[in-house]
């Protein structure tokens, strides 16, 4: 990473796939995916950039991130027009206090273009396990002041929800924000960190928690924008 190593144009991303294949010691990448957006390299150069990179093996599927909707479909349409290999996999920021961009601009195309989504900042930063209740808590972590957005009226209502949700499940906030996350139609799995062995058991407890209408409701109406 540096000011010489970002965009998504032609020079840049042949060399960042070599560089990585080097430090990973293998022949292909599975998922090679796009950071974030970038306005000054033509979407044309990119794609085919991608396109020859998935003809030599080097690389297997592409994907996007931190793509508004109306270019992640500019994008899509120039892969489709061109014969080009395009985005099979969205990377959004989502999550039951983040929802409003993602649902109405980018979840429509998703759907109907049938695009995986993995989700980033899933549990908020860490604020919907529960951990951060109030200002004294954010010096609990390094990323604590990064927290002060959520502590509103409404995040406090989606914490409240996630309780009572929680309790009638036995199991953490952690796993029911994941869960919920997962339960929305289109969303194929959320990204989440643990630091601790306690921290990733709690979060594997959301892969076999079942949500049901009620409980969905509850987060939904919680959460609502």
């Known amino acids: 990473m540096g000011e010489d190593k970002k965009g998504l144009s032609r020079k840049y991303i042949t060399q960042a796939v070599e560089s990585s294949l080097k430090r990973l010691q293998t ?15 033509p979407l044309l150069e990119t794609l085919e950039t991608f ?4 003809k030599e093996g080097k690389v297997r599927a592409i994907g996007a991130s931190n793509y508004e909707g109306d270019r992640l479909k500019e994008a899509l349409q120039i892969s489709k027009e061109n014969g080009l290999a395009a985005y099979q996999c ?6 039951l206090y983040t ?22 900042f899933s549990l908020a930063s860490g604020f919907l396990t529960g951990k951060y209740r109030s200002e004294n ?10 927290i002060k957005k959520y502590l509103d009226p409404r995040g406090y209502k989606i914490l409240a929800a996630l309780d009572k949700v929680a309790a009638e499940h036995d199991v953490s ?7 919920w996350v997962m339960a929305r139609p289109g969303i194929t799995a959320p990204i989440a960190s643990a630091t601790t062995v ?4 709690e979060l594997a407890v959301a892969a076999g928690l079942k949500l049901g209408s009620d409980a969905v409701d509850v987060l939904n109406k919680a959460s609502s924008y």
């Open 173 to 179: 906030p952690s796993a029911v924000a994941l869960a």
């Open 90 to 95: 969205l990377q959004p920021e989502y999550n």
């Open 198 to 201: 306690k921290q990733l058991n």
């Open 137 to 146: 808590d954010l010096s609990q972590s390094a990323r604590g002041q990064g």
């Open 51 to 54: 396109n020859d990179l998935v």
């Open 99 to 120: 929802r409003e961009h993602y649902e109405k601009t980018l979840e429509p195309i998703c759907r109907e273009r049938n695009i995986g989504v993995i989700s980033y």
């Open 27 to 41: 022949d292909y990448i599975d998922l090679y995916q796009s950071h974030k957006d970038d306005p000054n390299t």
